[in-house]
């Protein structure tokens, strides 16, 4: 029987443990709508607390989250303030401006980090006819910069202008938790900078389902108004609060597991071809990958089908892996050794 491919395309496409299972079977249940489900009630609070804020709302999905999200921080017509790649304004299928009525103000920032320069020149002047400002909206880690990470001072340069306008800063914390791993700061650091925040618990964190909104209760209220009105209220979803709380009890360190992978993947690659990465930029558990004259795409179709290693691909010459809980060092190792071949033919 040939060996089940490396799937490095996502941490999104980890499976729960067994575990993580066991403790979704034995979830106590009631209905969230009614706000009847313990497990659920539990999870909120447990987040809130970590993050040092009043309340959480559970969500089916990132994007939801951060719709919800804007739609509390941000009346329609008025303008946010992102870093061009942004999730939001990349993979969020324009639900901003079809949900919200939002306008987008994107900013190329090197590295994907807006800095508190950038985040200044970008705000419009506070007279008619121009678009209010209303939001900056910073995304920790940067997926199309390679899961790079905010330092806490330039969040703090950041909130400071954002104070001086008068406006709100909220963090697509997708991957927080691989943030707060990577750079040693507690999540209750980020928590206590932002208006709101949400983060993925289908990214490195290993679940099957979900998204958490944090902040103060009154907004928290409000997001779960515009969840239910956005088709995101559930019923007897503490099956699926159950496996967000083991992983915040058993995933959380680990992640710096995925962190020392995707180095390892980046050093086995740039050792034989340097012009593909620079180990020293992989902050995080993605590794993004220049392919010189070959086309990604004909990588991603040969390691697939010839080496069992699945990539997914960025661009016309940039390939992305990401690390997480379903691959160890060996398959890591494996994988890289196949690019690394692939890339010098």
């Given amino acids: 029987m040939p060996d089940a491919p490396i799937d490095l395309r996502s941490d999104t496409v980890t499976r729960p443990t067994p575990g993580m299972r066991r403790a979704m079977a034995d979830a106590e249940v009631g209905d969230d709508v009614y706000g009847e489900d313990p497990t659920v009630?539990?999870?909120?609070?447990?987040?809130?607390?970590?993050?040092?804020?009043?309340?959480?709302?559970?969500?089916?999905?990132?994007?939801?989250?951060?719709?919800?999200?804007?739609?509390?921080l941000a009346a329609p017509g008025t303008e946010v303030v992102l870093e061009a790649a942004a999730h939001i304004v990349a993979y969020e299928a324009g639900a901003h401006a079809q949900l919200g009525g939002l306008q987008f103000r994107t900013v190329d920032a090197p590295g994907g980090t807006l800095t508190a320069e950038l985040v200044r020149a970008a705000l419009r002047p506070p007279s008619f006819p121009y678009t209010t400002s209303a939001l900056v909206c910073l995304e920790q880690t940067s997926n199309r910069w390679g899961g790079t990470v905010y330092d806490l001072d330039t969040i703090d340069g950041v909130r400071a202008v954002a104070d001086e306008a008068g406006i709100g800063v909220y963090i697509d914390g997708a991957r927080i938790w691989n943030a707060s791993v990577a750079a040693g700061v507690p999540v209750d650091e980020y928590g206590r900078r932002a208006d709101a925040l949400m983060f993925s618990a289908s990214k490195g964190l290993g679940c099957p389902v979900g998204s958490i909104v944090v902040g103060d209760?009154?907004?928290?209220?409000?997001?779960?108004?515009?969840?239910?009105?956005?088709?995101?209220?559930?019923?007897?979803?503490?099956?699926l609060a159950a496996a967000v709380r083991y992983a915040l009890e058993h995933h959380v360190d680990r992640l710096a597991e995925d962190h020392a992978n995707a180095r390892l993947i980046a050093d086995v690659v740039a050792a034989a071809q340097?012009?593909?990465?620079?180990?020293?930029?992989?902050?995080?558990?993605?590794?993004?990958?220049?392919?010189?004259?070959?086309?990604?795409?004909?990588?991603?179709?040969?390691?697939?089908?010839?080496?069992?290693?699945?990539?997914?691909?960025m661009g016309p010459h940039l390939l992305r892996l990401v690390t997480h809980l379903d691959v160890d060092e060996a398959a890591c190792r494996r994988a890289a050794d196949a690019i690394a071949r692939r890339l010098g033919a």
């Fill in 217 to 239: 209760r009154d907004l928290v209220d409000e997001a779960r108004h515009w969840r239910r009105l956005y088709g995101g209220a559930m019923r007897q979803v503490g099956v």
């Fill in 41 to 72: 009630t539990t999870l909120e609070r447990e987040v809130a607390e970590r993050f040092g804020r009043e309340a959480a709302l559970f969500t089916p999905t990132g994007v939801m989250a951060n719709q919800v999200a804007l739609r509390v």
């Fill in 274 to 313: 340097p012009a593909a990465v620079q180990p020293a930029t992989v902050a995080t558990n993605m590794v993004y990958l220049d392919t010189g004259e070959h086309l990604a795409s004909d990588l991603v179709a040969a390691l697939g089908t010839e080496d069992g290693v699945l990539v997914g691909s």
